[in-house]
T-cell receptor
C-alpha cells in the first residue's frame, strides 16, 4: 500500500536554529498538509498546499513557518527560528481527489532544547 | 472547535464487536463523516468515511443515523492491535478539506 514517508523520525535542535522537516507524499496525490501534535494534546492543522501554493493556514502557521515543494516528490516544512514550544510531532499528509481521506506519515518528533 | 462529540474512553474484550459512537448534531448537508484512528506513537490512519448510507470496508463498518446527527463505527471483532484513539471528524466537501481533530475515544482492548 502506498505510504507517506517522513524524515527524520526524530530531530533535536537548539532553540533559535532552523529546521527542515521532509516528506515524500504519495506520488499521484495533489493535496498536501502539515499537522502537529504536542505531547498529550490534539492533532492540530497547520497548513494545506495545492498547485504549488498555500491554500489555507492556521493561526499557528506564522511567519516562522514556511512550506515548499522543491521538486516533484518532496514536500517540506521549515521552521526558521525554533522555540521551545515548537516541540511536537509533525505529521505530513497527502490526498488525491474526491471525498477519500488522507494518508498520514508516521511523523517527525521535533525536540527543541 | 471540533464539531463532534465522542466518549473519552471505551473498553472491549478481544474478539468481541465494538461500537464507537459519535454525535454530530450540527452536521451540514455537505459534511462527510470521516473516522481515523491513531495507534501509539503513530500518525492518524484513515479508517472509513460516509455521507448518508452505511458503509463497509475491510477495517470496519460505519452506521449513519437517518437524520445524520450521529454515527457509529463498528469493529466487528476487536483485536489487541485495534487499541488506539478513534477520531470522528466532519469534513466539508468545500474548501481545503482540513480536519479539525477532537480528543477522540481511547479504545482499550482486553485480552
Amino acid at each position: 500500500e502506498p505510504e507517506v514517508t517522513q524524515t527524520p523520525s526524530h530531530q533535536v535542535t537548539q532553540m533559535g536554529q532552523e529546521v527542515i522537516l521532509r516528506c515524500v507524499p504519495i506520488s499521484n496525490h495533489l493535496y498536501f498538509y502539515w499537522y502537529r501534535q504536542i505531547l498529550g494534546q490534539k492533532v492540530e492543522f497547520l497548513v494545506s498546499f495545492y498547485n504549488n501554493e498555500i491554500s489555507e493556514k492556521s493561526e499557528i502557521f506564522d511567519d516562522q513557518f514556511s512550506v515548499e515543494r522543491p521538486d516533484g516528490s518532496n514536500f517540506t516544512l521549515k521552521i526558521r527560528s525554533t522555540k521551545l514550544e515548537d516541540s511536537a510531532m509533525y505529521f505530513c499528509a497527502s490526498r488525491g481527489t474526491g471525498p477519500m481521506g488522507y494518508t498520514f506519515g508516521s511523523g517527525t518528533r521535533l525536540t527543541v532544547v | 472547535d471540533a464539531k463532534t462529540t465522542q466518549p473519552n474512553s471505551m473498553e472491549s474484550n478481544e474478539e468481541e464487536p465494538v461500537h464507537l459512537p459519535c454525535n454530530h448534531s450540527t452536521i451540514s448537508g455537505t459534511d462527510y463523516i470521516h473516522w481515523y484512528r491513531q495507534l501509539p506513537s503513530q500518525g492518524p490512519e484513515y479508517v472509513i468515511h460516509g455521507l448518508t448510507s452505511n458503509v463497509n470496508n475491510r477495517m470496519a463498518s460505519l452506521a449513519i443515523a437517518e437524520d445524520r446527527k450521529s454515527s457509529t463505527l463498528i469493529l466487528h471483532r476487536a483485536t489487541l492491535r485495534d487499541a488506539a484513539v478513534y477520531y470522528c471528524i466532519l469534513r466539508d466537501v468545500k474548501g481545503t478539506y482540513k480536519y479539525i481533530f477532537g480528543t477522540g475515544t481511547r479504545l482499550k482492548v482486553l485480552a
